[in-house]
């Protein structure tokens, strides 16, 4: 366990430093077809230390929580930044300070459940599966736990603790059809420790049984027509379009390196219906998925919007690059495991809630797609993008119709946010995503469903 309280390291700091003790615990279990095909738990924990001199960055980390340890990081990189910092002869000043306190900590309170309770929760639920749909092909169950411990002080004086759970359980579902294999998945969970997510295995059942009615559609889907198409986007393709195709391409680190959202700032870059906020810890009243109270450089953390009634209005920053653009950081520093740098990372990312219904949505569609949940998907610089779409509806004359057989959506994720033409009224958040910019890291996305032309792959 690490220590909630490591404000003593600030002993050995010289220079501006930021002291980090963090622990990542993982457990990792997935039935296949009934075999238990994985079982496994993970730590991994040590501390690390981040210093600045005159423009220039040293690390270091190492896998001990002993105070040895803390003080050998911190004079390897207190060394390593005057190294670095005399040899590229800077003599940048140091940023303006920040300074919070922040607790947030979300450990269960309730008895833990051992191991073997955990799989016998899943065998359970993979017992109902094959027992309610014996038709199925295949079948594959995954139950995913990762708690974040991290204890941060800094030599501005901020000092923080924070313990982030994330359960996540996973359903695959396949079948067969005259032409192939198709398959449909869910996630569910999010915010928490196994014992406060899920209570009752039973509460699992109706969500298995809607996804099971998308694979039965699936097996009679059609081809849909290549070209630009009026869609509804629900809430998970929604938050991958705000995530993927605009959060990126707003992160300071890209701007600086040239994503096209460098000469956007200010200007109109979606339809007037479409704000879109990087959230904080809390949104609308609730606790996000993934709650960030204070970033791994002690910045007290708020929300960044990012797009308001259309207009860019700011990016996402550290320290650093807030200070070089003359804005005010929002706590965007976030560090994956113990070794690795703080970089510019989302934390909730969607765009909120509109005054329309989803069924006035696929009223309004004489001829298009209802699009509901994505298998992948890519982005880059540029806001180009392409998601795989693996369960969907055609939408004839304002009804839905038959399902769609997996395909892709592309384009320019500016462009397309400027065709949006309804936002409905709800809010739903998918709580299973992992950035991989760099380094592995939770984050959630979300939204309401949104209607927009969209360019559809065909067959």
Not at 110 to 122: E, I, T
Not at 130 to 135: I, L, R, V
Request: aromatic share 6%; glycine share 10%; charged share 20%.
């Amino acid at each position: 366990m690490i220590e909630k309280d490591v404000s003593p390291y600030a002993r050995y700091f010289e220079e501006y430093t930021e002291f980090r003790m963090q622990e990542n615990s993982e457990t990792s279990i997935t039935i296949v077809k009934g075999n238990l095909v994985q079982n496994g738990r993970s730590s991994a924990s040590g501390v690390s230390a981040r210093v600045y001199k005159e423009g220039s960055w040293g690390f270091a980390s190492h896998p001990d929580l002993t105070d040895g340890a803390a003080r050998s990081v911190v004079r390897a990189a207190t060394d390593n930044a005057r190294i670095l910092s005399k040899a590229a002869g800077h003599r940048e000043t140091r940023f303006p300070p920040v300074a919070g306190t922040a607790d947030a900590d979300y450990v269960t309170m309730k008895p833990r459940l051992d191991q073997q309770a955990l799989v016998g929760f899943l065998t359970a639920l993979d017992c109902h599966i094959a027992a309610s749909y014996p038709s199925l092909a295949s079948r594959r169950l995954s139950l995913r736990c990762l708690d974040m411990a991290k204890s941060l002080v800094t030599s501005d004086g901020s000092i923080s603790y924070s313990f982030i759970p994330r359960t996540l359980v996973s359903v695959v579902l396949s079948g067969e059809t005259s032409t192939g294999p198709v398959d449909v998945f869910e996630v569910w969970g999010g915010l928490g420790q196994f014992e406060d997510v899920f209570t009752d295995v039973e509460r699992l059942y109706e969500p298995v049984d809607r996804l099971h009615r998308h694979l039965m559609a699936k097996r009679e889907a059609v081809y849909v027509r290549a070209g630009v198409s009026d869609c509804v986007l629900a809430a998970d393709l929604a938050g991958l379009l705000a995530h993927e195709a605009i959060g990126h391409t707003v992160e300071a680190d890209f701007v600086q390196g040239g994503s096209v959202a460098r000469d956007y700032l200010g200007k109109e870059v979606a339809s007037p219906l479409v704000t879109l906020v990087d959230y904080a810890h809390t949104a609308m009243g609730t606790p996000c998925p993934v709650p960030v109270v204070m970033d791994d450089e002690g910045v007290p953390a708020r929300d960044a919007v990012v797009i308001e009634r259309g207009i860019l209005k700011g990016y996402l920053h550290n320290r650093e690059s807030a200070h070089r653009m003359g804005t005010e950081p929002a706590g965007n520093a976030r560090a994956s495991g113990f070794s690795d740098e703080p970089l510019i990372r989302m934390r909730n990312t969607a765009i909120l809630p509109g005054e329309s219904s989803m069924e006035d949505m696929v009223t309004s569609i004489d001829d298009g797609y209802l699009l509901i949940r994505s298998g992948n998907g890519q982005a880059d610089s540029t806001s180009e993008f392409m998601f795989g779409i693996v369960i969907g509806y055609e939408i004839k004359q304002g009804k839905v119709g038959r399902a769609i057989r997996d395909t892709t959506i592309s384009g320019v994720a500016f462009d397309l946010l400027g065709t949006v033409s309804m936002v409905s009224r709800d809010m739903t958040w998918s709580a299973w995503g992992m950035c991989g910019k760099k380094q592995s890291i939770p984050v959630s996305m979300g939204g309401p469903a949104i209607k927009c032309a969209v360019n559809m792959g065909g067959r």
